[in-house]
Each structure stands twice: as structure tokens, then as C-alpha cells.
């Protein structure tokens, strides 16, 4: 069966009738949507901006599917019961959000759901490089359970190219997730030379053949919209929601603003929220969110702005874990640009402390996990918002920070202030108001095992995700050597994100569930609108953009079971 290709004429108030409604543009939107189109539905994705892509689009397009077949297929060792012992051992049991139904069902929604994507033309590939996150922990992987899709050339989608989310604050290079650890070497490692050569000969290439290509999450979305607009999905840009309709207890349709006017769409099977998280709203942050907080410290797409959210909330809908983001250390710029700090917290000759001069974290964990350390550092009384990237001369002379290789230190960063610089460890500690006998006891206590590979306090450099972005080169660990040749450098972080982590309450099937225990009729949700089947934790490369795909099509499939009869065509 095929989904029916255009708005019904409408009935009586209503401007719009349709079967599915999904209020956002994300993955798990396009992937819902091109579930209902499968199983005979029509869905109608409307999208707030002007662009259509959502955070996914910005972000590293990766998913986290535990035991997928794509990476069976490349021989990846993988099962479900180790995906359930990792899930207990990494994500544990926070409340409804990880309960073992929701669990449950994303697991064994993956393989379907990949197969699905596969037949309808995303070209999904093995992720290498990447780990579990704690792939030490029972269950996890040092090998990754993470997809990505092969490169897509932005000409694919004709007059939709201007309509699509890019990111701003990154030159479009075609690159695959596992070039990014030897580019960030660049230009010192032999590897990373080559690397550069091939990525530049796959410009020159494309450029010649005519080709727009990219990778990350503008590839992912890319082929996810190209398969929704051969579906003939209908979508709308710049079209809020404004509330949602409900008669009897059921929520029926939305309320939006299009071309000027209040229109109503009635949503015969049901509505799909998938309309981001608050990331930009300053009062829901204060209200509900860890401090200090500023949506100045944001990476996640401007539309994060919670509104929807608060809609539901109004007419009873359950939230969770909404103090929760997608952590994500960061710098600010001296233009203002948050510039998030992954590869660099890997890299030897360096550390990270709060104003006492104290280290109090792996500073290679995963970013998730550093950004909830520096808050809970903080309320303690640490002063770790912002903390203090504490990096040598050798660090700076061999490694990318951002997007400046190594020995190539901006101007603008030094007199602006954003990169302090000094000869000595105290002078530094005195520019970035650390304390100066801290700093120093911390520098030597430091350096003593680092001249040895060794990092006693906090174990830096000994599980596979904190070696994929170190050095190789440097032994017998390369994540750690001593921070001793000057000048030194120091930077400050603080705990930027890529999107809120917490929202409204779902159960198994995506269904909104109200304080009571029991779903909205009519109402599902999934992505970063909700509370995370990761809980609290980001358990592998792409564990957020995975539970909005999952649950996206785990929505679509509860209505088809549920409307088949009313709604499907053959």
C-alpha cells in the first residue's frame, strides 16, 4: 500500500484533514513519515522554520543501533543480549523513561526500522572508529554500533537545497565520521596527511562531476528528505504550532500559523511531536535546568524553543528529566559562536581544573558525561562553570583546537582574551583567576604520572572512546603526557549542549502519557521533546538522533495498528 498524496478537502472546522500530523522535521519526523506513507497513511510533516532538518541536520548525523544489521553485515560481533546488559549497565533505570517496555522496544525495533530506510534509499554504512562510550562496562564495545550513510550531493534535491538546514559554523567538507580523529592531528601525523589528501582529492572530484557532497548530519537528512519528497510527503516550513486540538479528551489536531492566518489540521490518526527541546528558551532553562545556564552556550538549532512542549504541559501531559541536556563542553568565541570541544580534550600535553586549580574529571570522557561533571562540580562549590582547559605549547603546536591546526594560533584569540597565554603555570592561573599554589600543585601532581603514560586520579586514556581521538603516536597512552613546555595556554569551557535531553513522558508505543499514568489519546512524541530512553546517559555516537528514528517509527506503527481500518487505501 501508499499513503494518499494530498490534504483531503476539508471538514467541517477544519482547514486541513489528514492522518498524520508531525510537528517538527527531524529524522525520527521523516522517518515516521515514510512509515505512514508505507503503511498506507497520509502524513503532513510541518516544520516551524524556514529550513527543514531540524538539530539532525547540524549534528554528526550518526545513530546508535545496537546488533543493526549493516554493521553485522560488515562483521561487527554484536547481540541482544549484550545490547540489554550495556543498557543496564551504562543507562540504568532512572524512572518511565527507561523502563524496560521502552527499552525493550527500542531494541527491537532496530533491526526493522534499518531495513526499512535501507529498501527506501538511505544508504547506510558502518561507523568505524567510534566505541560505546563505556565500552568498559558489561555489554559495551570498543568496536562501534553506530551508522552513518554514505556522502550526499546537495544538487539531489532541486529547489529543496535552499530550504535545507546547514550548519553555519563549519565549512562543508565531505568528510566520514572516521576521518575526524586523524584530521584533528593534522598536520603532524603522516595518517593525517593522508587523510587530507583524500578528502581533498573527493572535493576536487566532486566539484569536477558537479557535485554539492556532505557528510554528517546534512547527509543523514539529506537522503532522508529525498526519500520523503520521492514519497510525495507534503511539508511545510514556516509553520508554528500554536496548540493542540482536543475534543473529548483526545487530541485530534494542531492549531498553526501559515501564511498569516490560524489554521486547524485535523489529524485523523494522531500527532507526532518531534518539535526539539527548549535549548533557547532562557525561562524554561532558569525554570528547569542546573546553573548557571545561558542560551548563549547553545549548539542545538534556533527553533529549540519549548513551546510545544508547554502545549502539551497545559493539557496534561507528564514531563521527566527536564534539568537534562546533551551536554557538550564548550568555548565561546570572541564573536560570540559557541565552539563545542570534543577531539581537543583527547589530546596529550593537557587538562582541565576549576578555579581551586583541581582536576575533577576524565577530561577525555564523552562529552555528556564531562558537561554533567562540571555541574556537579559546580554545585559543590568548585567554581567549575566555567572551568579552565589547561593546554602547553606542544599541544598547541600539534593539534587542532577547533578549526586552527596546530601552531596556528589566531590573533583575535589572544588579544580578546578567549585564549589566555603566559610563560609560567602561575602567571597563567593569574590571568584566568585560578588559584595559583592550586594550579601548581595540580601541574605537578599531574605531570608526575603523566611522564609515564599514567592518569591515577581519573583514568584518562583508558577506555577505547578516550583513545579514538588521543594521539597515537604518544605512549604508552595516548591521551595523557605531562603539561611542562612553555608558554602555556588555557581556555575557558563551559557546559554548552546540543539540545535539552528532557521533556514530555512517553511510554513503548511513543504514546504522551499523562501525571496519572495514562496516555493522551491521540498524542505521541519522540526526539528531543521527550525524556530520553538514554536517561541520563549518552551511551554511543548518535544515541539521541537513534531514539527519535526508533520512536518516531514506533509511533507511526501503533496508529497503524489502531486506525488500519478508517484510514489505510489500497
Sequence with gaps: MTGRQAEE?????????????????????????????????????????????????????????????????????????DARRYFASAVGDVGPSTSPARVEAFLNTVEPMTEFLTQHGVPFKHCEGYSDYYDERPGGKARSRSLETELFDMNRLGPWREKFRARQDMPPIPLYTGEVSPLSLAPRSLRAAKTVAKVGARIVAAKAKGQDLRGTGAALQGWMLLAALRAEIPVWTSTPVVDLVVEDGKVTGIEAERDGRRIRVRARAGVLLNSGGFAHNAAMREKYGPSPSSTAWTSSNEGDTGEVIEAAMRHGAAVDLMEEAWWLPSSILPDGTPQFAVYERSKPHSFMVDTSGQRYVNEAASYMEVGQAMYARHSEGGGAVPSWFILDSRHRGNYLWGMSPGGVTPRQWLTSGYMKKAHTIEALAEQCGIDPAGLRATTDRYNASAAHGKDPDFHKGERAYDRYYGDPRVGPNPCVAPVDKAPFYAVALYPGDVGTAGGLLTDEHARVMREDGEPIPGLYATGNCTASVMGRTYPGAGASIAASFVFGWLATHHMLKNTARSTSVA
Excluded at 17 to 44: I, K, P
Design 9 to 81: 478537502p476539508s471538514e467541517a472546522g477544519w482547514d486541513v484533514v489528514t492522518d498524520l500530523v508531525v510537528v517538527g522535521s527531524g529524522g525520527g519526523s521523516l522517518c515516521a513519515a515514510l512509515a505512514a506513507h508505507e503503511g498506507g497513511m497520509q502524513a503532513l510533516v510541518i516544520e516551524k522554520t524556514d529550513t527543514v532538518g531540524g538539530s539532525t541536520a547540524m549534528s554528526g548525523g550518526v545513530l546508535w543501533l545496537p546488533d543493526n544489521p549493516v554493521s553485522r553485515r560488515a562483521g561487527v560481533q554484536d547481540s541482544p543480549e
